[in-house]
């Protein structure tokens, strides 16, 4: 390993538009599920740190917001997120999707990742099933975007491909420094913070579009049990008919999510866990500055 002296470490932003593999790419590279993932836009809330750690190196990656039009009192928190990330990182990832064609989100990104003056790495997401000539065309396209650009790596995030090469360019990026981080985290999220963003992506890979936008988890108690974790939360909605569809006929939606919690906060704690979930309707959370903090939004 480098002497202390020569050790690597940083921040680095992960900017792009909504639903470009963000998350995705940051649970690949920190090898370690830390951030919700779905099909929905706007998953991310917040901003998760998905430490990379590397022989004489450590990458903090920022996974934030995707960058949008505040309409709430949630949405402007996310957007404040995004700008104040940018101020304090020392690098970035500029991330574009593939299999779409690039367009006025991703441009302006790009002015923002320009007038920070940070150095920025491009990436081409999403590059599993998609031809090779769009490919191309995705990546000379992002290239004029950001035009002192240090480098583009065409990657995907779900099958790994290109991932190697991607991580190889991060210590470079970094200053010298010491680690933030012990060689065993992943991330800077709580417990209680993990197991929200766990249980809510449960929830938004299985609910009509109406719903997620208006969903937020509150973990009402966390507790090590004789046999595992004990896991109490609500799931929050703002109105009584989207209580039903979560609940699900008969109580089906409701169990699913809980299923699919447990088995993705057991794989993460490598232990069992005993999760119990209820819905609530909290009216208009989006613009309550006091449920915005409890949420930790």
């Not at 999403?126 to 090779?132: C, L, S, W």
């Not at 109406?210 to 974790?229: F, Q, T, Y």
């Amino acid at each position: 390993m480098d002497s202390i002296a020569e050790y690597r470490s940083g921040l680095i932003a992960l900017a792009g538009r909504p639903n470009v593999g963000k998350s995705t790419l940051a649970n690949a590279l920190a090898g370690s599920h830390v951030a919700a993932v779905s099909p929905r836009p706007q998953t991310t809330r917040r901003r998760i740190a998905a430490v990379v750690h590397g022989e004489g190196w450590q990458a903090v990656l920022q996974d934030i917001p995707g960058f949008q039009t505040p309409r709430d009192a949630l949405t402007q928190r996310m957007q404040r997120t995004v700008d104040q990330t940018l101020t304090d990182c020392d690098a970035a990832i500029f991330v574009v999707n593939a299999a779409e064609e690039i367009g006025s989100g991703d441009r302006f990104i790009a002015e923002r990742l320009r007038t920070t003056g940070l150095a920025t790495v491009i990436v081409v997401n999403k590059t599993d099933n998609v031809r090779p000539h769009a490919i191309a065309h995705a990546i000379a396209t992002a290239a004029r975007l950001v035009p002192d650009f240090v480098a583009v790596h065409p990657v995907s995030a779900v099958t790994g491909d290109g991932l190697d090469a991607l991580k190889d360019e991060l210590r470079p990026l970094l200053p010298e420094g010491p680690a933030y981080f012990p060689p065993h985290l992943t991330t800077d999220q709580t417990p209680d913070e993990r197991a929200a963003e766990l249980i809510r992506e449960a929830a938004l890979q299985r609910l009509r579009e109406e719903v997620p936008h208006a969903l937020a988890v509150a973990i009402e108690e966390l507790s090590a049990a004789r046999d595992g974790v004990r896991v109490i939360a609500s799931i929050l909605v703002e109105h009584e008919s989207q209580k039903g569809i979560v609940v699900g006929k008969g109580g089906q939606m409701i169990r699913e999510i809980g299923t699919s919690a447990r088995h993705v906060l057991s794989e993460v704690w490598g232990a069992p866990v005993h999760l119990d979930l209820t819905v609530k309707v909290r009216r208009g959370w989006r613009q309550d500055d006091s449920m915005l903090n409890r949420l930790g939004l």
